[in-house]
C-alpha cells in the first residue's frame, strides 16, 4: 500500500518570525516528514524574507521537502486563494493542507491521524478545537479529488472558509477532535473583511456545491461512517 502524502500550502509575506513559530509546530510534531512537502508562496518583492527563512530551515529541517513558489504578481491577503492555486498546482499530495504563518499545531502526529484515518475517505477534516469567530472551520485538510473537481482550483477569499461552508452544506465536514490548532494573530476587523468578500461569488459557491454532489452520490452510502460529521454550529 502505498504512502499517502500531504502537500501543505502556506502563503505568506514579511512574516519571518511569525513562519518560522509556524512552521516549527508543524514539523516537530509531525510523525513521518517523508510523506510530507511544504509548500511556500512568497511575492517577487519579498524574497528577502524568503531567503532569509530558507536558509533557517535548511539547518533546522534538513530532512524537510520544502518547496518555494515565488507569484509573479502581488496578489495580497485579499486573494490569498491566488496563492492557494500557485501552490496546488506544483503540489503532488494526495490531501492537500491550508496553512497560515500565524497558526500553531498543537496536535504531535497529525499527519498520521489524517494518513491512518481519512487516506480513502472523501471528506473535508477540520479541528473542533479551533474557533473562527464567524463560526466556520479554518485550516482544513481536503483530498485531491475535491481539487480537481473543483475545476482545479481553490476560491474563496482564503480559500479555508470556502472549503469549510461548501462541505459542510455537502454534509462531509469532519470534526476531528484529535487535532488541535491555535490562531494568534486573528483580529475582528480581518474577520469582517473576510466575511463581506467571502460572500461575493455565491453562484460559484453552489455551482461547486453541485459538481462535489455529483461526485458524492456515486460514492457508497456509509462511505464516511464512523466519523463525526458537523452537523451543529462551528
Known amino acids: ?42 511575492d517577487s518583492d519579498d524574497l528577502d524574507t524568503m531567503n532569509k527563512f530558507k536558509e533557517y530551515a535548511d539547518k533546522a529541517w534538513p530532512h524537510a521537502n520544502m518547496i518555494y513558489h515565488v507569484a509573479p504578481v502581488r496578489h495580497g491577503w485579499k486573494q490569498v486563494h491566488k496563492y492557494m492555486n500557485d501552490m496546488a498546482a506544483i503540489a503532488t499530495g494526495d490531501w492537500f493542507f491550508i496553512w497560515s504563518d500565524d497558526a500553531i499545531m498543537h496536535t504531535r502526529d497529525w499527519d498520521k491521524i489524517i494518513a491512518d484515518k481519512y487516506s480513502d475517505r472523501y471528506c473535508v477534516v477540520a479541528s473542533k478545537l479551533f474557533q473562527h469567530p464567524s463560526q466556520l472551520p479554518m485550516f482544513p485538510f481536503f483530498p485531491r479529488k475535491w481539487y480537481e473537481l473543483s475545476d482545479n482550483k481553490v476560491s474563496g477569499v482564503c480559500g479555508d472558509l470556502w472549503i469549510g461552508t461548501v462541505s459542510k452544506a455537502l454534509g462531509i465536514l469532519v470534526e476531528e477532535e484529535g487535532l488541535a490548532i491555535s490562531h494568534f494573530a486573528m483580529t475582528s476587523e480581518l474577520h469582517g473583511s473576510i466575511n463581506h468578500l467571502f460572500w461575493n461569488s455565491r453562484a460559484e459557491w453552489q455551482a461547486d456545491i453541485a459538481r462535489m454532489q455529483e461526485y458524492i452520490n456515486t460514492l457508497p452510502p456509509d462511505h464516511l461512517s464512523g466519523l463525526k460529521i458537523s452537523t451543529g454550529s462551528w
Not at 502505498?2 to 509546530?25: C, G, H, N, W
Request: glycine share 0%; hydrophobic share 40%; proline share 2%.
Open 1 to 42: 500500500m502505498s504512502k499517502t502524502k500531504i502537500s501543505v500550502f502556506t502563503p505568506t509575506r514579511e512574516r519571518y518570525d511569525y513562519l518560522v513559530r509556524a512552521m516549527q509546530s508543524l514539523v516537530d510534531t509531525a510523525e513521518d516528514l517523508s510523506r510530507i512537502e511544504f509548500i511556500y508562496a512568497f
